[in-house]
């Protein structure tokens, strides 16, 4: 079977083909470049974006797949969490092909999606494992037990930590999205010149760590700017992590898997990596085109409907 994958939930206008043996048979992604000068993603700028680049994306994906849109066997679109007019671009227009073609119409849980994302590329991956969804809007610890059981055992309860990372970014003057610059700066500080604080609560929190990054910017300016961000970047990996590893533990899987955009984190696989091979637990990551907000993810999870 093909399935046509369409995500639209936030600033990335996302569509891809994917066959029943998961295979990627064709996927375009249009970023939006225009937030950056808002400083974060503006949700009327994004779903007018979405309206003007869904055609073109699709047009484009059956294009690579070398398919019609005749071929396609069903439609999946990213329904929740997202922005609500950035998400009704994708679903109207899912809506619109499902009808044209009279094929079903799956509607798939984004952060689920970015749960499974490492099984795109890691051929022999299944469930069960536990997964960590980090990015710009979701911070989460998941149990999957297969592929369409999902169990959220930690959530953040303010800010995610890839905003965390743009805000703090945005306040040393990177602009935006600063994650993926913070982190090649962690790798050039040093680590223990300040010691970020770690909630002690029994959840993700991170808005308190991000009044600490920001208030120390506003008084050093420039100055220790590298190791701020590595005691920062590796402070929350480290954090994460640890969650992760504390339910892999006590539920006895064996694997773990990443997800979001800041899975692609050099230093966060640096920590994961290290605690995942001193607790004998297999690590997955997505490729970098399937950490962020994509299609693919969303094909491979409305096939297991
Ligand atoms: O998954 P995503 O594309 O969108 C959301 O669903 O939010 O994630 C975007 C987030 C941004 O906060 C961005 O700064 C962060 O992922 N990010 C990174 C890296 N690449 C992107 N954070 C750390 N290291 C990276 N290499
Ligand atoms: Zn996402």
Not at 156 to 170: F, H, M, P, Q, S
Not at 185 to 212: C, E, V, Y
Not at 265 to 270: C, G, H, I, N, Y
């Amino acid at each position: 079977m093909k399935f046509l994958a369409i995500e639209t939930s936030c600033d990335d206008t996302s569509v891809a083909i994917v066959d029943s043996s998961r295979n990627v048979l064709g996927m375009k992604t249009l970023s939006q470049s225009e937030h950056a000068r808002f400083g974060g993603v503006m949700p009327e700028v994004a779903s007018r974006h979405h309206e003007n680049s869904i055609l073109e994306a699709s047009l484009a994906t059956l294009e690579m797949a070398n398919l019609s849109v005749n071929n396609v066997d069903a439609v999946c679109v990213a329904s929740n969490p997202g922005l609500i007019g950035s998400l009704l671009v994708g679903i109207s227009f899912a809506h619109g092909i499902s009808l044209a073609l009279n094929v079903p119409l799956i509607e798939v849980n984004h952060i689920e999606s970015h749960a499974i994302s490492a099984v795109i590329n890691n051929e022999n991956l299944d469930p069960p494992f536990v997964s960590l969804v980090v990015s710009g809007g979701h911070t989460s610890v998941i149990d999957v037990e297969n592929f369409t059981k999902y169990k959220t055992y930690f959530h953040t309860i303010d800010d995610a930590v890839g905003e965390v990372l743009d805000k703090v970014a945005r306040e040393m003057g990177i602009p935006y999205p600063g994650g993926a610059t913070l982190d090649s700066m962690a790798l050039q500080g040093d680590r223990n010149f300040f010691k970020m604080p770690r909630p002690k609560i029994s959840n993700f929190s991170f808005s308190g760590i991000k009044t600490w990054a920001i208030e120390i910017v506003k008084r050093l300016g420039q100055n220790h700017i590298n190791d701020l961000a590595s005691s920062l970047v590796f402070g929350i990996s480290e954090y994460v992590s640890d969650y992760a590893l504390k339910i892999a533990k006590e539920l006895g899987r064996k694997q773990i898997c990443t997800g979001g955009g800041v899975a692609a984190s050099k230093v966060l696989r640096k920590v994961l990596s290290k605690k995942c091979a001193e607790n004998d637990i297999n690590l997955f990551f997505p490729d970098t085109r399937y950490c962020q907000d994509n299609a693919a993810m969303i094909g491979i999870r409305g096939m297991f409907f």
